[in-house]
């Protein structure tokens, strides 16, 4: 039985809590959260024991869940990975990138499973393209979001739109060439809606604009190749794929032909079944498989420190281009 500690147990937290009590295998010891009300409340909805000593629930478990508002990602993960404690920790990895960059050695020493919580990669219209022959060269993404005080101690871009990042940098097997962007803080004193352009050494272009003063919400991204126009709704769960038919295929939902100049084509559109999975319980089951069968993370904390970094860089051209503007 794998042993559970719980680190932070607000809003997220509680969901990580629930879908823990859901997978075989897994047993939660306890929590440690310092906001008497929060601890309070899931004592109550739970009967989990709370811990008011991180090192004394850390003594008592195999791995740590970090749900802790990003601040203290890196406390948290650090005393953790020196008691050789496998980890999970919510995105952003850290709040620097001088922890990030902590972390990894950290992890590295401690020789544990250290998991990220980019939970997109998930997300059943994602997973609904395992198996599909990918190789974008130009991205369309947009997440827009209503606005919420939660999760405004930091930017949209390391809010929102690393979800997005983490994605095309699993999907773009390529170095970034260049990176230009633009933000406004309008709600908050960090920018609240951001656009950024991604340029990759093998010719994709990647298209971000991030928001989380919208009206309504929206998270779609869309894949342009050879041959083929992928759509991803990450909000509604819906997949669909155009594409230029092949001989002897079959296996879209409906076509229909066109004239092209190298002649007649048929196009295929294909939409398809996401399996209905719980995203949140699913990147934490795939922790305890890592850890249970000694295999790698699908989310490492390489694949986290990457993300970061490009979001840094984002901010980094935001802000210069604010100073340049101030400037004149």
């Known amino acids: 039985m794998l042993k559970i500690g719980i680190f932070g147990v607000g809003h997220l937290g509680k969901f990580h809590i629930s879908n823990w009590k859901e997978i075989e295998g897994t047993e939660i010891i306890g929590f440690y959260d310092p906001n008497d009300m929060a601890a309070n409340e899931v004592m109550e909805k739970f009967g989990l024991k709370r811990f008011t000593d991180m090192e004394m629930l850390l003594d008592e478990i195999d791995a740590a869940d970090v749900i802790t508002p990003t601040q203290f990602h890196f406390p948290v993960c650090e005393l953790a990975l020196r008691k050789s404690k496998h980890v999970f920790v919510e995105k952003p990895l850290a709040n620097n990138m001088g922890e990030a960059r902590k972390l990894l050695k950290l992890v590295s020493e401690a020789k544990v499973k250290f998991q990220v919580g980019h939970v997109e990669r998930f997300n059943p219209a994602f997973v609904a393209l395992k198996g599909k022959p990918l190789q974008p060269m130009f991205i369309e993404v947009h997440r827009l979001a209503q606005f919420n005080?939660?999760?405004?101690?930091?930017?949209?871009?390391?809010?929102?739109?690393?979800?997005?990042?983490?994605?095309?940098?699993?999907?773009?097997?390529?170095?970034?060439?260049?990176?230009?962007?633009?933000?406004?803080?309008?709600?908050?004193?960090?920018?609240?809606?951001?656009?950024?352009?991604?340029?990759?050494?093998?010719?994709?272009?990647?298209?971000?604009?991030?928001?989380?003063?919208?009206?309504?919400?929206?998270?779609?991204?869309?894949?342009?190749q050879k041959d083929a126009y992928i759509g991803i709704d990450f909000l509604d769960k819906k997949t669909e794929i155009i594409r230029l038919k092949g001989e002897d295929e079959s296996d879209a939902n409906f076509s229909f032909d066109i004239e092209t100049p190298n002649g007649p084509r048929t196009i295929a559109v294909e939409n398809l079944e996401p399996i209905n999975v719980n995203a949140i319980k699913a990147e934490l089951s795939a922790f305890r498989d890592a850890i249970v069968t000694n295999s790698n993370t699908i989310v490492s904390e390489y694949d986290g420190f990457q993300a970061m970094e490009v979001a840094h860089q984002i901010l980094e051209k935001i802000a210069n281009a604010k100073t340049k503007e101030e400037i004149k």
């Open 149 to 224: 005080p939660r999760g405004t101690e930091v930017s949209v871009i390391l809010d929102l739109m690393i979800h997005d990042i983490d994605i095309i940098l699993h999907l773009v097997k390529s170095d970034i060439k260049n990176i230009s962007a633009s933000g406004v803080a309008v709600m908050t004193d960090t920018p609240d809606i951001a656009n950024a352009r991604i340029e990759f050494n093998n010719g994709c272009v990647a298209n971000l604009t991030s928001s989380r003063i919208s009206m309504k919400k929206m998270r779609k991204m869309r894949l342009f």
